[in-house]
């Protein structure tokens, strides 16, 4: 909790937070003068025998309220500065971290709700902690001028207790943070269970599985109705507390107050403290409580959901504008494009492999394809081609190159990888297009959108400069963009993980021939078709890899032919 | 299935106030005693002032006021930990009641959503488990600031009558500045999700920024748009202040007043000092009102939260009967079934017969009842009218037990739930048929890759819409005698598709299969084509073929 609350305040201008305090020096001026006013309106007015007099003093009072609003209205505007840069951090840092976790494969659960959610109630929050925390702050400031004012022995009575009330609270802050934040967990957690549950709700009832269902939701609602009744011990906490720090310095007051009557204090400056007791101190510390209680609460929850990275905070994106990438020389002796050397990878130390001690070589301008059932580890045999997945054993080279010794930006050069989805942004055609290679000239942007077959998608979109809306494109037509722009990359290599299985089979056909006469490629296949047009096609077939030509795997493997049957069965869609 | 009498009654309001009835008179005494010592409290206060002033002795008074503040005190701890463990039991009651009805009745959930349901179970319950306290709450609430403005009557009615006028300069001040402050936020929620649907946008494109490596360009393009979210906020901050000082300006008013009357009340010896500070606390109670508001809107929410989770509390459950069924190969009988819906039938008199360990394919074209044919044969639907009977017994006459050793389904999106695979495969289970079922369709392979192989969490598991499928069809594997398959391998591909079929193939129960591939369906023993929820024609693959209506059901 420590670690959230220094974030919180890790990030707050020096500057802020005086013109804040600032306006809410003057926004208390009510509340400090009250006690004094009243004091003097009391003894010099109706006690003394002159109402009017008294009258008057009131009426400062109310002239008092009028600066004090003044004071508010300046208190709020200050507030966006203190709360918004906060926000603005917050924002950053979880945009920066679910790029990057989507990036390195790990996509954040919940990024979206994070950003429009989370980083709105911590938005909030945060706003009401400043607010209650300032105020406490400045009316103990006030209400110590103002008893000081009266008479410092009636300060000397009511501070003490009063400040160990707020001792006593900020002593308790962290277990009552400890049962909150429990508590939400266990909300959260009855939520994913009630929310898997509902959704399987029919599916479980087809399998016979209610009973489980029941018991897979009972654990989590009997955790979290043992966690919410465990706040009732926090909300003891906070009422004692609220006791000592509101309720001692009244009681203290009156059983001093013969002896200080004796001693000279008038009758209306004990009513002036016991005022700034009861409309001051009290409603302070209340606010505290319930600002720190409800507000610190909510942001502690959403600081640990949002988990901000307290070290590198305001580090900036790291990696280098996008350059144009230029071809490399060429090695010399020519090694392999891309040969992969007893490549193994397995998710889990208890799990089977994914891909086992597979060694094969792909030269310059070859066509191979990767073929195999779902589930096989076809894109994860992408991904450590590519160099985004490390092996376990066993590598990846690029012309002799070994891919873990490469930057992200210099693999960049050397292969580029479509996966399914093709990536569009809201952005213009052209920057869509020359994602991979910024320099491009139109012409070369639009050669390739034509050897893909794009050319009258961009067209229809309204040519290179159209602003491109993804929502209103179609997976099939988001994947020829993106069969575009990965044909312009200068990249030699190009990797079609499942790229084209959105697109019709001509569609396919024309694309993947596009890419053929492009350069080196390698295509994990949906169709059998794809196989067919590939000079060689690796076999994966959980477990065992068959590498060849078509004649030789008809002969070798299982698989392949009934792969190939149903390529020349095809008498059905 | 034993049911608790008091659950099945309809849930109102008054049954939901009712079930917390154990704890109501602790809260009611406490909140009533607490709201009565407050009231009291500054005529204490008053007394003690005066009889310090008047230089008596004061150890009365100054006794009876800290007496009710340790009452004031002790109400509120009583009244605070009852009204939390009140709350939480009954929350967890109505979400057990909940989870169960939703689980009881697969044949009438299908009209909510799982948002909706989620929804209601998590905060729904929440708001209504507070229906009990909020009731006495609210009356307890009402207490001090009424009470206080009849001890300012008591004391003088003058004093009650600045009070008024103290009010209406209130209501005066609070609509004088009243200010639309919307737009800022409008526009501050347009620069967001202006930032959301850029950073959904490059999610979606995650394998394509990491092998571009080009993570912080997309960075700073998402980020593009927080100068504009940054100023919107502030905006909204500034339209935030004229409330502000609104509310600091009608704060005094509404006391200032009375304690100028009872000031000359004082002067004319009719109050004493300590009365005077007694009537601005009164003051400060009575304006109170305006929150009582408060009160009456948390009462309403947990009506409305009642009334909103009776929907789902009062669903009626499937009734199972107690049959088992006889011997027999699965023969499943349609006779004259016919199935309603909101805008007329969606089921028309259906009779045909599945002979047993045969095959049979339910075509048609999309939203011709194929699926709620499916869901009747499987007894997740109950026909309005007509039989459903598996080897001669009616599937509603057959125990649940039964009913679902017998029969299952798998569809093209099944929803999975539990802990782990194994859980998601076999709900409730033992693993050896977990492992058995997950071999059958091919899963087996994809589970011993995984990180724990078959005790990988469920959220942690990489999954397809094949994969999905394929523990679907899992999950349905051990029916004995009737499997029914709703376009459950459409997401699968060429060689999974292959190896799910030999399975198939290979065991002999009853196979209906609603299918879109004419390769499935000529496979098939008997063809049901559906079209517009009644039979168009049964018979062989090969025989409909010949129809260009039935050949046009294919072409998609």
């Given amino acids: 909790m420590r670690q959230e609350f220094r974030y919180a305040a890790s990030g707050l201008s020096a500057r802020a937070v005086w013109a804040l305090l600032a306006w809410s020096a003057l926004e208390i001026l009510p509340t400090a003068v009250f006690g004094l006013m009243l004091a003097r309106a009391v003894d010099e007015g109706f006690l003394a025998g002159r109402p009017w007099t008294g009258a008057a003093w009131l009426g400062g009072v109310l002239l008092a309220a009028a600066v004090g609003a003044l004071g508010a209205a300046r208190v709020y505007a200050a507030l966006g500065a203190v709360v918004e840069p906060f926000r603005d951090r917050l924002v950053r840092q979880v945009v920066r971290r679910s790029l990057a976790g989507a990036a390195a494969g790990r996509p954040e659960p919940g990024a979206l709700s994070l950003l429009t959610r989370q980083v709105e109630i911590a938005r909030d929050a945060y706003a009401g902690i400043v607010v209650s925390v300032r105020g406490c702050l400045v009316t103990t400031v006030g209400v110590t001028a103002g008893l000081l004012a009266l008479d410092a022995r009636l300060a000397a009575l009511v501070l003490p207790p009063f400040f160990l009330g707020l001792m006593a609270f900020t002593a308790t802050l962290g277990f009552a943070a400890g049962r909150q934040r429990a508590a939400a967990e266990a909300d959260a957690d009855l939520t994913d ?57 009244l009681l203290v007051l009156l059983v001093a107050a013969p002896r200080l009557l004796d001693q000279g204090v008038t009758a209306g400056a004990l009513t002036g403290a016991l005022l700034y007791i009861l409309t001051g101190l009290q409603p302070a510390l209340s606010a505290l409580i319930s600002g720190l209680g409800s507000s610190g609460l909510r942001l502690y929850v ?58 094969f070589a792909v030269g310059p301008g070859e066509h191979l394809a990767i073929v195999g059932p779902s589930g096989v580890g076809k894109s994860t045999l992408a991904a450590l081609l590519c160099g985004l997945l490390r092996p376990d054993r066993g590598g990846v080279a690029y012309s002799g190159d070994d891919a873990a010794q490469l930057s992200p930006r210099e693999l960049a050069r050397r292969r580029v990888l479509l996966p399914q989805g093709g990536y569009v ?25 034509a050897a893909v077959g794009a050319t009258g998608l961009v067209d229809r979109l309204g040519g290179l400069d159209a602003l491109l809306a993804p929502r209103d494109l179609s997976s099939g037509e988001r994947q020829i963009l993106a069969l575009a722009r990965a044909h312009l990359s200068p990249a030699p290599v190009a990797i079609l993980d499942e790229a084209t299985c959105h697109l019709d089979p001509a569609a396919e056909a024309r694309a993947e021939r596009a890419f053929a006469e ?28 068959v590498l060849g030509d078509r004649e030789m795997l008809q002969g070798v493997s299982p698989l392949f032919r009934v792969l190939m049957a149903h390529q020349s069965g095809g008498a059905t869609p | 299935m034993t049911a608790v009498p008091a659950a099945e009654r309809p849930l109102t309001f008054r049954a939901a106030v009712r079930r917390s009835l154990a704890w109501l008179p602790l809260i009611a005494a406490a909140a009533v005693l607490g709201s009565l010592g407050a009231l009291a409290l500054p005529l204490a206060l008053a007394a003690a002032v005066d009889a310090v002033a008047a230089g008596g002795d004061a150890t009365g008074p100054v006794a009876l006021a800290a007496g009710l503040i340790a009452l004031g005190v002790a109400c509120d701890l009583a009244e605070s930990s009852a009204e939390t463990a009140c709350a939480a039991d009954a929350a967890a009651r109505l979400r057990t009641g909940m989870v169960r009805r939703v689980l009881g009745a697969p044949h009438r959930i299908s009209r909510f959503d799982t948002g909706d349901l989620v929804a209601r179970i998590s905060a729904g319950a929440a708001d209504a488990a507070h229906a009990g306290p909020s009731a006495v709450g609210a009356v307890a609430a009402a207490l001090p600031p009424l009470g206080a403005l009849a001890i300012l009557v008591w004391l003088d009615w003058r004093l009650a009558a600045a009070f008024a006028v103290g009010l209406v300069l209130v209501a005066m001040v609070l609509r004088l500045f009243a200010k639309q402050t919307t737009a800022a936020a409008r526009q501050y929620q347009a620069a967001q999700s202006e930032i959301a649907a850029r950073l959904t946008e490059a999610l979606d494109g995650g394998r394509t920024i990491a092998a571009a490596g080009t993570a912080g360009a997309e960075t700073r393009r998402v980020l593009s748009g927080l100068p504009a979210l940054a100023r919107h906020g502030r905006a909204m901050w500034r339209a935030l202040s004229a409330a502000g000082a609104r509310a600091a300006v009608a704060g005094p008013l509404a006391t200032v007043g009375v304690l100028a009357v009872a000031g000359f009340l004082v002067a004319a010896g009719r109050l004493s000092p300590g009365e005077l500070l007694a009537a601005g606390q009164y003051a400060m109670m009575g304006a109170g009102l305006g929150s009582l508001t408060g009160v009456v809107a948390a009462t309403a929410r947990a009506k409305a939260a009642v009334a909103r989770i009776a929907e789902v509390h009062d669903l009626s459950a499937m009734s199972y009967g107690t049959d088992t069924l006889p011997p027999g190969t699965g023969r499943l009988e349609f006779t004259g079934v016919t199935v309603d819906g909101d805008a007329g039938p969606i089921l028309r008199d259906l009779t045909f017969a599945v002979p047993g360990g045969a095959t049979a394919a339910v075509v048609g074209a999309s939203g011709s009842g194929k699926s709620v044919l499916a869901e009747t044969a499987a007894r997740l639907r109950d026909p309005d009218s007509g039989t459903v009977t598996l080897d001669g017994r009616p599937l509603s006459a057959l125990s649940r037990t039964e009913l679902r050793r017998a029969l299952s389904l ?88 292959d190896r799910v079929e030999q399975a198939l193939a290979a065991s002999d129960r009853t196979r209906l299969v609603v299918t879109y591939d004419a390769t499935q369906a000529d496979r098939a023993d008997l063809v049901v084509w559906l079209e517009a929820g009644a039979i168009r024609a049964t018979g062989p693959h090969g025989d409909l073929w010949d129809d260009p209506d039935y050949r046009a059901v294919f072409a998609r």
């Fill in chain 1, 425 to 449: 942004f809201t952005a213009t055609v052209r920057e869509n297009l020359a994602y991979l290679h910024p320099g491009a000239t139109d012409e070369a942007i639009a050669a390739s959108a």
């Fill in chain 1, 302 to 359: 959403a600081l640990t959901r949002i988990r901000p990275d307290t070290g590198r905070d305001e580090v900036a994106e790291a990696d280098p504008e996008p350059g144009p990438l230029n071809p490399l020389p060429l090695p010399d002796p020519p090694a392999p494009v891309l040969a992969a050397h007893g490549l193994t990878f397995a998710y889990g130390p208890r799990s089977t492999p994914a891909v086992e001690d597979l060694e």
């Fill in chain 2, 410 to 497: 798998a569809t093209a999106r099944p929803a999975l739930a539990g802990a782990t695979l194994a859980d998601a495969l076999g709900p409730g289970r033992p693993r050896t048929l977990i492992v058995d079922a997950a071999t059958a369709v091919g899963a087996h392979d994809f589970a011993t890759r995984l990180p724990a192989a078959y005790d990988t969490p469920l959220p942690d598991l990489p999954m397809s819409g094949g994969e999905a499928q394929r523990i679907g069809l899992a999950r349905a594997w051990h029916a004995e005698r009737l499997l029914v398959l709703d376009d459950a391998t459409s997401s699968l591909d060429l060689l999974s598709a």
């Fill in chain 1, 518 to 545: 492009r350069g080196t490629l390698i295509v994990i296949a949906h169709r059998p078709s794809s196989a067919l047009r590939a000079e060689r096609v690796l076999v994966l077939d959980g477990g065992t890899a």
């Fill in chain 1, 193 to 249: 269970a009630a929310g898997r549950v509902a959704a399987a709700a029919r599916d479980l009832a087809a399998a016979g599985g209610e009973a489980y269902g029941e018991a897979f939701a009972a654990g989590p609602i009997a955790a979290q109705r043992k966690a919410e009744r465990a706040l009732a011990g926090a909300a003891a906490l906070r009422t004692l507390c609220f006791a000592v720090g509101g309720w001692l310095p």
